[in-house]
């Protein structure tokens, strides 16, 4: 299964971008998909991810300005981030949990983008 992301890039603060990422390959079902963040020097942090059904979680700092959407049918997921601030400047993981089989799971990651948002 690969996860390909698009969206990333140079945006100034208060500024939006919206990622992008698709998966393919052997899938019989993606599950939950999310969207994780690395910055310099820190540990990847999970910034939202939507179930099968539609539930979701956000990072507390994000809600209100990011929105996570998935198209079950063509296994994407988007997410727009609105009013971007510096220190949201990372390198954005795509996630998925797909099942190559029923109940054979595996969890798969992009490559990551990099977003970076100046002053």
């Given at each position: 299964?690969?996860?390909?992301?698009?969206?990333?890039?140079?945006?100034?603060?208060?500024?939006?971008?919206?990622?992008?990422?698709?998966?393919?390959?052997?899938?019989?079902r993606?599950?939950?998909?999310?969207?994780y963040?690395?910055?310099?020097?820190?540990?990847?942090?999970?910034v939202?991810?939507?179930?099968?059904?539609?539930?979701?979680?956000?990072?507390?700092?994000?809600?209100d300005?990011?929105?996570?959407?998935?198209?079950?049918?063509?296994?994407?997921?988007?997410?727009?981030?609105?009013?971007?601030?510096?220190?949201?400047?990372?390198?954005?993981?795509?996630?998925?949990?797909?099942?190559?089989?029923r109940?054979?799971?595996?969890?798969?990651?992009?490559?990551?983008?990099?977003?970076?948002?100046?002053?």
């Amino acid at each position: 299964v690969q996860l390909a992301e698009s969206g990333g890039g140079l945006v100034r603060s208060g500024g939006s971008l919206r990622l992008s990422c698709a998966a393919s390959g052997r899938i019989y079902r993606v599950n939950n998909m999310a969207w994780y963040r690395q910055a310099p020097g820190k540990e990847r942090e999970l910034v939202a991810r939507i179930t099968r059904d539609g539930e979701i979680y956000y990072l507390d700092s994000v809600k209100d300005r990011f929105t996570i959407s998935r198209d079950n049918a063509k296994n994407t997921l988007q997410m727009l981030m609105n009013n971007l601030r510096p220190v949201e400047t990372a390198v954005y993981f795509c996630n998925a949990v797909v099942e190559i089989n029923r109940n054979d799971e595996d969890e798969d990651w992009g490559q990551g983008g990099q977003v970076t948002v100046a002053t």
